[in-house]
């Protein structure tokens, strides 16, 4: 799981590297676009298809024409909290999906390699299964000699570290999803302090003044809150999985406390 964090956090620095770059060749592409459909006017079915096929890259043009003019500054931040917070929610989505088991099926071959083979084909069956339940299993059965007590005390003790395992670095999805908005109002409190600066510069209210810099201030805004709602959407997603694999984890835990508790007697 630290390689695939590793790989998409590589991957997101370059893309955000090479954002700006790709924003601009779009830009020049528009232009020269534009350019050349008004010299070959005469030419009705190449037109068409150009404006067809402006038509369809309009809205990524106009996302990143709109993140451009934002400035580089505090959308830049708001890029990168998007990037390092989708991330670590593909990072957790592929460990929870890798941790989900059929908990009945692990329960019923335990159970059966209990009854033929004993403790250790059963332990034996826990190690070939991955997920946190097999390792509860594994760790209930590992000191059932010294007692059911002792082995119930077991799957409780390592059932919270399994959970921790399950919930780590997922408080950084939600450090970025509070953040995000927050930079972006950030950016709009200090665009609308800078076109104040002009008017007061100007000694006059005029409206060309201020309105490039309230349209920079809104942007920020309004990328911030895109970036919260993207996040928000995964952080959702995750906690309704880990609350999942929590209650297969705890159903189990029961199952095979009285699976050894009938294997005692």
Do not use: H
Request: hydrophobic share 50%; aromatic share 6%; with cysteine.
């Amino acid at each position: 799981m630290k390689r695939v964090f590793s790989i998409l956090v590589i991957t997101a620095v370059i893309a955000l590297g090479n954002l700006t770059v790709q924003a601009n060749t779009a830009s020049l592409m528009s232009v020269n676009a534009t350019v050349l459909s008004a010299a070959v006017q005469d030419e009705a079915p190449e037109a068409a298809a150009a404006d067809t096929d402006e038509e369809s890259l309009s809205f990524t043009q106009e996302l990143k024409k709109r993140f451009i003019e934002g400035g580089p500054g505090f959308m830049g931040i708001v890029l990168l909290c998007l990037i390092l917070g989708l991330a670590i929610a593909i990072e957790r989505i592929i460990y929870l999906n890798l941790a989900s088991t059929n908990t009945a099926k692990l329960a019923q071959d335990v159970e059966d390699a209990l009854n033929s083979g004993g403790i250790e084909a059963a332990k034996d069956v826990c190690r070939n299964t991955r997920g946190p339940v097999a390792s509860i299993y594994y760790q209930g059965l590992d000191r059932v000699d010294e007692g059911v007590d002792a082995a119930e005390k077991a799957v409780v003790a390592y059932g919270g570290v399994q959970m921790g395992l399950l919930e780590k670095n997922v408080s950084w999805v939600s450090l970025f999803i509070a953040l995000a908005p927050m930079l972006g109002f950030m950016g709009t409190v200090i665009g609308m302090i800078q076109a104040f600066d002009k008017i007061e510069a100007a000694g006059d209210m005029q409206p060309s003044l201020v309105a490039g810099g309230i349209k920079v201030a809104l942007l920020t805004t309004v990328f911030g809150l895109i970036v919260a709602i993207i996040l928000q959407i995964f952080y959702n997603y995750i906690i309704a999985k880990i609350d999942s694999i929590v209650n297969d984890m705890e159903d189990a835990s029961i199952t095979l406390i009285d699976m050894l508790v009938r294997y005692k007697k």
